[in-house]
């Protein structure tokens, strides 16, 4: 079993990870959250390092994970690499050369809520052809699974 400090945790607003690394580059570029960027930290430790201790007395050694995402507040053009991500997902319909719409009611599920796959197709990036691309238009980013 692990502990997971949440995935509503701010990283400008956490203790363990000021306390552990306080010179991290993300304080700076984001010293009091109050950014046009979302910015959340979850951290998957083992619940048998943990018993009776503070936060503040987990070490970085005892983490199984650290996850951190910074999400844009407008959508970018830009691919991201996710190995956690099950198929490729796109906000752009503009960009697929092909491009069927979804007649199911299919949803992308994460941490932050559900949010609707409106249909799939191919995207091309430069000389590589993605294909079964989700078109997610809600989505801010551009993902690659790998």
Request: glycine content about 6%; overall charge positive; hydrophobic content about 35%.
């Amino acid at each position: 079993m692990y502990i997971i400090y949440g995935a509503d945790h701010r990283i400008s607003n956490c203790s363990l990870l000021k306390r552990r690394i306080p010179e991290a580059r993300i304080f700076k570029l984001y010293p009091n959250d109050k950014t046009s960027r979302s910015s959340s930290a979850s951290v998957a430790i083992p619940d048998y390092e943990t018993q009776g201790q503070t936060a503040g007395q987990i070490t970085p050694k005892s983490w199984l994970c650290m996850l951190s995402s910074t999400v844009p507040a407008t959508k970018s053009s830009e691919w991201i690499f996710d190995t956690g991500c099950t198929s490729h997902m796109c906000h752009d319909r503009s960009i697929f050369s092909s491009f069927t719409r979804s007649s199911r009611k299919d949803f992308v599920r994460g941490v932050g809520g559900s949010i609707p796959i409106m249909g799939s197709g191919t995207v091309n990036i430069g000389t590589v052809q993605l294909h079964d691309v989700s078109y997610v238009p809600d989505l801010p980013v551009n993902l690659i699974s790998v």
